[in-house]
């Protein structure tokens, strides 16, 4: 318990404690990021043109969690500015711990270590970085000169018998320097190859044998691949091994891949088994790259690429130099494809541009929208189509532009010249931050079949993973049935074994055969027996698989009955021996859901959206009220073309600036949008791309309580009233002092109930 509050307080303060350039334990860096910064350096290494040369050293210790001294913890701990009795407890923690050795089945006596941290303790990893922080995990880099290696190898000599007593040998991720070939890359490859030894000899499902390759094989390349493009024979030799994988359960020999390689990666909701396409993949962790350089981060390793290649404007046109890296020329490739997927989130608008840069992603540029007779002025910013009140223009913005903007325009903020500046944001992210799978998913859109319900529906259902991809399989009439085994010539049989005169498709294996008909005759009722044999095959799962009605005689649904039925049905049919994979679900009990009001002293504020589904038209309301439910204000606002997410900040924010103009000095805001909330409570939110998130955090940050919680949405059902009812043309919020007449039913259901039930 001590430790763990000790590393809480910790948390906070890891990032001012060790330098910009140390990744380890410490929350928003990432390993990759001192990847990128040695590439750079051992690059510009190579490109210099001094006579003596120059040289890094990469300083790893080897078991350092069990040889740290403890003398040299203490000595950093004071170093690192520690309060004696912080440092005390932290050394008292770390030195209490004894020791016991199992030897020819009995236990020693208890002994205490003289070195080393606990493994598994909390504040274990803290310490090891504050104490690595002086001279482990890291590269020196140094002229290649004696004098200099002799220093070094003094420092180190040093270094090596006060911590550790002990160098290591220096195992980690290969250091790019030359053109990137397939040479270069083979030891991914053999490191994959290398993984699969200790699975060929296992019994794995076609499930385990996707999920391996998944989350195991395929991850394998993606640390690399943050940091660099691959050249495409590699991504080819990876799936093709994981292709041997996944149909024949390990890469010696080549089995049957009865789906096309196209087929499983599609995503789930479309038909496939979401298995990444590598190539496409590699170039979503560059759009990462280019996103973090384009929008200017106060990172470190952003902050040396931007230097090192002199970017200076926030999206430059071009980012090609001569003689640059492997990585800035990979970069410097896609940078003119990736300008259309940047958009900006505007604080004080003045570096913006009004008519060319994407302030508005559902419209775009908007020298695209304006009037025939309006001539552009180039460097004309957000800024100046703002009013010395923060508000819009909206004189100007009638004379320009074209109707069909306005309610988009309405829908951001106006600029504010107290506001932070303008930002960079990821549009085709649900908050405005970049995401690899967003940017892998826009890549890969246009190679995907349509989003089919049955997919959906299958990967719903409440079974093994097992069955459902054997589900998936005979949706695709993949099995290899007899006729099927037929069409690849691998035999000359397609009849039935057991009905001779019969084909063996795959409905009649699962169906028709005597073996399995006289089952289904058991279970299905005899109204239902004729669509129930009738049916093809497509027809025949969705509507077994979509339905609950046509057994009634066991509390399972007969959805999970049938599944686990019919693959038990196909495994009979080929295999002597089967465990029976159905299983009962238990019925939870109902949830009730009422309005709950704000503690003694706190005020409730109901805040919810409404989005028109065809116009897009967003709103937002809300309402506050004491701790007796009583009506204290309420408010509804039109804000534009808007998205769900959108329209549900714009509602807490206007409630939260209501709350405070009325001086309520404890705010309890009651939302039904887990994602709201999330964003809006994130450690991060001061910071967030989205502007309305930062003016809610600046409003949340001034002299009162404010806090949040997530509630249903049929105990918000007043909020939804009120944004429902809000006049669209207005685009200034409606004050209700006393409640409208049309919701006092609903405020009354809040009081007196009765509550709504969910299962």
């Not at 993949?281 to 350089?293: C, D, G, Q």
């Not at 800024?383 to 309610?407: A, E, G, K, M, Y």
């Not at 209501?658 to 964003?679: G, P």
Request: proline share 4%.
């Amino acid at each position: 318990m001590i430790t763990k509050i000790i590393v809480r307080r910790l948390q906070h303060i890891m990032p001012k404690l060790v330098a910009l350039n140390q990744t380890s334990f410490i929350q928003g860096r990432s390993i990759s990021e001192n990847v990128i910064i040695n590439q750079e350096v051992i690059h510009s290494m190579k490109h210099k043109k001094d006579k003596d040369g120059w040289m890094a050293i990469k300083v790893d210790l080897k078991k350092a969690f069990d040889r740290l001294r403890w003398d040299f913890i203490a000595d950093t701990l004071y170093e690192a500015g520690f309060p004696p009795t912080i440092t005390r407890l932290i050394l008292h923690c770390i030195s209490s711990s004894t020791m016991q050795i199992q030897f020819n089945g009995g236990l020693s006596s208890e002994f205490q270590p003289q070195r080393g941290v606990r493994q598994g303790d909390l504040i274990s990893p803290y310490l090891f970085v504050l104490t690595m922080e002086r001279l482990d995990d890291l590269i020196l880099y140094a002229k290649a000169t004696t004098d200099q290696a002799i220093l070094i190898e003094n420092i180190l000599a040093e270094f090596g018998h006060y911590s550790v007593s002990n160098l290591g040998v220096y195992l980690g991720m290969t250091v790019m320097h030359k053109r990137a070939t397939c040479e270069f890359y083979a030891f991914i490859v053999d490191k994959i190859k290398s993984k699969l030894q200790g699975w060929s000899a296992r019994s794995l499902s076609f499930a385990g044998r996707v999920t391996l390759a998944k989350s195991v094989l395929m991850a394998i390349s993606t640390y690399f691949m943050q940091t660099c493009r691959f050249p495409s024979k590699v991504y080819h030799d990876i799936e093709k091994i994981v292709r041997h994988f996944i149909w024949t359960s390990n890469d010696q020999s080549r089995g049957i891949p009865i789906v096309s390689w196209d087929s499983l990666s599609q995503p789930r909701h479309n038909g496939g088994l979401d298995i990444r396409r590598l190539q496409q993949y590699n170039s979503a962790f560059l759009m990462k790259l280019f996103f973090a350089v384009a929008s200017n981060t106060e990172t470190y390793f952003i902050k040396l690429l931007r230097q090192k290649y002199k970017v200076t404007s926030m999206c430059p046109p071009s980012i090609m130099r001569l003689n640059c890296s492997y990585l800035w020329r990979s970069l410097s490739k896609v940078w003119d494809n990736f300008h259309s997927f940047i958009s900006w989130s505007v604080g004080d608008g003045a570096s913006t541009r009004f008519w060319h840069d994407n302030w508005l992603p559902k419209l775009g540029r908007l020298s695209n929208w304006k009037q025939e007779s309006i001539t552009i002025e180039d460097n004309l910013m957000v800024c100046d189509v703002s009013q010395s009140n923060s508000s819009w223009n909206w004189n100007f913005i009638r004379q320009t532009l074209q109707p069909s903007t306005f309610q988009h325009i309405l829908n951001v903020q106006p600029p504010n010249p107290n506001a932070n500046t303008d930002r960079c944001s990821w549009f085709h992210g649900k908050n405005g931050e970049f995401s690899v799978k967003s940017a892998y998913n826009l890549i890969t859109k246009e190679l995907w079949n349509h989003t089919d319900v049955k997919w959906i529906k299958l990967w719903r259902l409440p079974i093994p993973e097992r069955i459902k991809h054997f589900l998936w399989i005979s949706y695709r009439d993949r099995l290899l049935t007899n006729v099927n085994r037929c069409e690849r010539n691998l035999t000359d049989d397609p009849l039935c074994q057991i009905c001779v005169s019969v084909n063996e498709t795959l409905l009649h294996v699962l169906r028709d055969c005597k073996q399995t008909a006289s089952l289904w005759q058991l279970i299905i009722r005899q109204q239902q027996l004729q669509d129930f044999f009738t049916l093809g095959t497509n027809e025949w799962l969705m509507m077994n698989l979509d339905s609950n009605r046509l057994f009634a005689g066991s509390k399972i649904p007969w959805k999970t009955l049938f599944a686990s039925l019919a693959c038990k049905n196909w495994a009979n049919y080929f295999i002597t021996t089967t465990p029976d994979s159905s299983t009962g679900t238990a019925f939870p009990r109902p949830e009730l859901i009422q309005w709950r009001p704000a503690p003694t002293g706190w005020f409730a504020l109901n805040t919810d959206d409404a989005v028109h589904h065809t116009s897009s038209l967003g709103s937002a309301g809300g309402i506050i009220r004491n701790k007796d439910g009583d009506w204290i204000v309420g408010f509804n606002k039109a804000v534009g073309i808007s998205s769900l997410l959108q329209a549900e900040l714009w509602g807490i924010l206007e409630g939260l600036q209501l709350a405070w103009s009325q001086r309520l000095e404890h705010i309890q805001c009651q939302t039904d949008c887990a994602e709201a909330l999330t964003l809006v409570t994130s450690s991060t939110a001061a910071s967030s791309p989205v502007s309305i998130v930062r003016s809610i955090t600046s409003l949340i940050l001034k002299q009162w309580k404010v806090d949040f919680i997530l509630i249903r949405r049929e105990g918000n059902a007043a909020a939804d009233f009120l944004a429902k009812s809000t006049v669209i043309s207005n685009d200034q919020p409606w004050i209700y002092i006393e409640p409208p007449q049309e919701i006092i039913p609903h405020l009354a259901r809040d009081l007196h109930g009765p509550a709504f039930t969910r299962s």
